[in-house]
């Protein structure tokens, strides 16, 4: 790629992500200071309300215990329990999300030894996942050969090409987000529009954790989570296929250009060529020498 192509894509980029940032700042910033206003309020009124009971620092330190349970994934009630974010299937899913760099963030480790674990144990676990993912993709690629070899537009072969890619995410839009995603929103309660939103997330590896799946403590729980393992392996192994399809789509369409060490040595070259001819030039002509002649 020409650097000055690298260059336009990268300022593309940050206009985009400028640009997003300014969109969600709209949408979301209005709700979040509604939501603080209720909240603070909301605060306020229990306050005064046990006013006659407890002070105001043990109503703060009350709010403050029950912030920091949430933060750590525990909820408890005078009848309920949080279903436990630290059970062998939830630790294995956890694991999971850690070396798949999708980061939900719902769960983290709390205390200083699981955190250097998971430290030293993402660094190894996410180079063997790149490798499995990218041996995952070959194979699925594999899979999808029938569909590259099949020509669909013979007149024009870049446009065949991109309908091909079209197919392609289509294919796996349907298999690995919209059919999930009823599976998720009928066992999880969501809207079907959140269960689609959950996968998109999860398969590119943004992982917000405002949807996570599992959080429900039941008796089918862990097979649960296994089985959304292995449908975020195969989702992520797909993405990246999709993308390197992407790319040879882009390499196929675009039009040829030399890279900069190619450039740098025709230049070299021309450079070469031009100091050998004016070399050439200058050289004075041989003469005969009269008296050999």
């Known amino acids: 790629m020409e650097t000055k192509t690298l260059l336009i894509l990268i300022t593309v ?5 400028l640009i997003g940032g300014a969109v969600l700042y709209g949408i979301e910033h209005t709700n979040e200071l509604q939501t603080q206003t209720t909240a603070s309020a909301t605060y306020f009124n229990f306050s005064g309300a046990v006013s006659s009971c407890v002070t105001t620092d043990q109503v703060r330190q009350f709010v403050t215990a029950i912030i920091q349970a949430y933060d750590d994934g525990v909820l ?8 436990s974010q630290w059970d062998y299937a ?12 999708i980061g939900y963030g719902n769960q983290a480790p709390a205390t200083s030894g699981g955190k250097a674990f998971i430290v030293i144990y993402a660094l190894l ?5 790149g490798l499995v993912l990218a041996g995952l993709g070959e194979k699925l690629d594999g899979l999808l050969k029938p569909l590259k070899d099949k020509v669909f537009i013979k007149k024009n072969e870049k446009i065949d090409q991109l309908v091909k890619t079209l197919i392609l995410v289509a294919l796996i839009l349907l298999v690995m987000s919209l059919i999930p995603a009823g599976i998720f929103a009928a066992i999880e309660g969501w809207s079907y529009g959140d269960a689609v939103y959950y996968t998109i997330i999860t398969m590119t590896t943004i992982g917000f954790g ?84």
């Open 125 to 129: 676990g996410i180079s063997i996942m």
């Open 210 to 293: 405002d949807f996570v799946i599992g959080t429900s403590d039941n008796d089918y729980r862990a097979l649960y989570k296994l089985l959304s393992s292995v449908w975020i392996l195969l989702g992520l192994a797909s993405v990246a296929m999709l993308l390197s399809n992407i790319t040879d789509l882009y390499k196929r369409i675009a039009p040829e250009s030399k890279t900069d060490d190619e450039e740098k040595d025709e230049k070299e070259k021309d450079e070469n060529k031009v100091y050998k001819e004016s070399s050439e030039k200058e050289k004075p002509a041989e003469t005969k020498d009269p008296i050999k002649a």
């Open 13 to 17: 980029v940050v206009v985009y992500v």
């Open 76 to 83: 408890v009630t005078d009848s309920q329990t949080s279903a």
């Open 90 to 101: 939830s630790s294995t899913f956890f694991a999971m999300t850690a070396v798949t760099t």
